[in-house]
C-alpha cells in the first residue's frame, strides 16, 4: 500500500514556475514507477509524466515536453514535478499515481489505468 499526498500548486502568471511535490509513505515506493496526471474542469484526466522506480527514464505528453521535469529522490520517498513557462491551458488539478504492475522494471506508462495508487490532487492556476 502507498499512500501520497502532493503539495506545491498555487496561483501563478503565464511564464512562471512551480514545483509540486508527492511524498509517499510505504517502503515500497522506490520499487514503483510514478506518474504525474493533471484534469481540467469540464475534461477528462489526462498524463502528464512518468518516470521509471529507479529514476533513469522519463516519459512526457507533447504538451508539456521541454518545460516540465518530472524527478524523484527515493531516499526521501518523494515525487517531483518542476513546471516552467507555464501557460493557462496548464490549469488544472495535478495528481500523483504509483504504478505497483512491474515493481523494479524499466516500464512506465501514460495509461491512467496502470496506476493504482493516487494522491488527492493539488491544484495549478495559471492566470494569463
Known amino acids: 500500500q502507498v499512500r501520497m499526498v502532493e503539495s506545491g500548486g498555487g496561483l501563478v502568471q503565464a511564464g512562471g514556475s512551480l514545483r509540486l511535490s508527492c511524498a509517499a509513505s510505504?517502503?515500497?515506493?522506490?520499487?514503483?514507477?510514478m506518474g504525474w496526471f493533471r484534469q481540467a474542469p469540464g475534461k477528462e484526466r489526462e498524463f502528464v509524466a512518468a518516470i521509471t522506480w529507479s529514476g533513469g527514464n522519463t516519459y512526457y505528453s507533447e504538451s508539456v515536453k521541454g518545460r516540465f521535469t518530472i524527478s524523484r529522490d527515493n531516499a526521501k520517498n518523494t515525487l517531483y514535478l518542476q513546471m516552467n513557462s507555464l501557460k493557462p491551458e496548464d490549469t488544472a488539478v495535478y495528481y500523483c499515481?504509483?504504478?505497483?504492475?512491474?515493481?523494479?522494471?524499466?516500464?512506465?506508462?501514460?495509461?491512467?489505468?496502470?496506476?493504482?495508487?493516487w494522491g488527492q490532487g493539488t491544484q495549478v492556476t495559471v492566470s494569463s
Open positions: 510505504g517502503r515500497t515506493f522506490s520499487s514503483y514507477a
Open positions: 499515481a504509483a504504478d505497483p504492475s512491474l515493481p523494479y522494471v524499466v516500464a512506465i506508462s501514460e495509461l491512467a489505468r496502470r496506476y493504482d495508487y
